[in-house]
């Protein structure tokens, strides 16, 4: 695919890790304004949301996803906190040569819980955007295999840091279109493998808000 290629570019990569941590350090000040805001959001009372949704990073400077099941609380469209599963369905591979022309293959496949924190600073129309700050810990499944055969297997604990700039355009409560930004920080021994930019890009199902537009609907 050719957006795969070019996030896999050095210049790009570069460029995404620089943005990233600009817009993550734009989001982490708590200005009095923000901190008002987010006060008054938490007088409203909760509702439950829960959906799938999907991050793209970088693992040995190529495309790796990461598919995050989700379920939290909302505060009046304001602020939210999301308890979340996050898991590499594939693993992320990398395949080189060493001195004696072995063919060394390492695999990295990371599985890890989230609590995320939100806050949506800007809302117009169908418009939404937000700041997600996501805090992990798991373990990183670590394969060394020389000419195919396996030599080397460990579990890895990992804690990651993820922060950026969400924009969602909603065609209804339920369903839209979303794209994000930001970096995401590995702390443990896969710390340089494991760390990076990511990206999302696609659908964004709400099934929480489909579930209960339904709900409502049979009651009426």
């Not at 896999?8 to 009095?32: D, E, G, N, Q, W």
């Not at 594939?90 to 496949?109: E, G, L």
């Not at 990992?158 to 909603?170: A, K, N, S, T």
């Amino acid at each position: 695919m050719l957006f795969a290629k070019i996030f896999k570019s050095f210049m790009f990569r570069s460029f995404l890790h620089i943005f990233a941590l600009s817009i993550f350090m734009m989001a982490v000040p708590c200005r009095a304004q923000v901190k008002d805001s987010i006060q008054k959001a938490l007088t409203y009372k909760p509702r439950f949301v829960f959906g799938l949704n999907s991050r793209v990073s970088t693992v040995y400077g190529n495309p790796s996803k990461t598919m995050r099941l989700f379920a939290g609380l909302d505060y009046n469209k304001k602020m939210r906190f999301e308890f979340a599963i996050n898991a590499m369905p594939d693993a992320a591979v990398d395949v080189s040569m060493n001195d004696i022309f072995d063919t060394v293959t390492r695999s990295h496949k990371l599985f890890y819980w989230g609590l995320q924190a939100e806050y949506t600073f800007l809302r117009k129309g169908h418009w939404k955007l937000s700041y997600p700050l996501q805090v992990g810990w798991g373990v990183n499944h670590s394969t060394l295999r020389f000419n195919q055969e396996e030599t080397l297997k460990s579990n890895d604990i990992v804690v990651p840091v993820e922060g950026g700039l969400d924009v969602l355009y909603y065609f209804y409560d339920w369903i839209g279109i979303k794209a994000g930004m930001g970096v995401r920080m590995s702390f443990g021994k896969s710390f340089s493998t494991l760390s990076g930019p990511y990206y999302n890009l696609g659908i964004a199902l709400y099934a929480g808000e489909l579930y209960r537009k339904i709900k409502d609907k049979k009651g009426s």
